[in-house]
């Protein structure tokens, strides 16, 4: 079960890359600092991209990663 992730660069201005410590099949919803939902993928493997131009402006967010078992939140931080 995955429990921790090392996510790079953080705070990021292109693109922050979240690489779990093992593979999962599961969800990843990425949440804005009030709590809307913003983005929503699926996550196979061990490693997923966030691109700068998928959210809606610089700021926090929150990545949640889901999977049968387990599910842990990531704070990223967007810059321009």
Known sequence: IVN???VFP???NQFTTIKLK??????V?????????????KVNGDTFIVKRNTLS??????VNVKAK????????????
């Open 4 to 6: 921790e992730a090392n």
């Open 10 to 12: 953080n705070p990021f």
């Open 22 to 27: 093992s593979e999962i099949n599961g969800d």
């Open 29 to 41: 919803n990425i949440f804005n600092a009030i709590g809307e939902l913003i983005y929503s993928d």
């Open 57 to 62: 402006a610089a700021g926090i967010y929150f």
């Open 69 to 80: 078992g387990f599910e842990q939140n990531y704070k990223i931080i967007a810059t321009d």
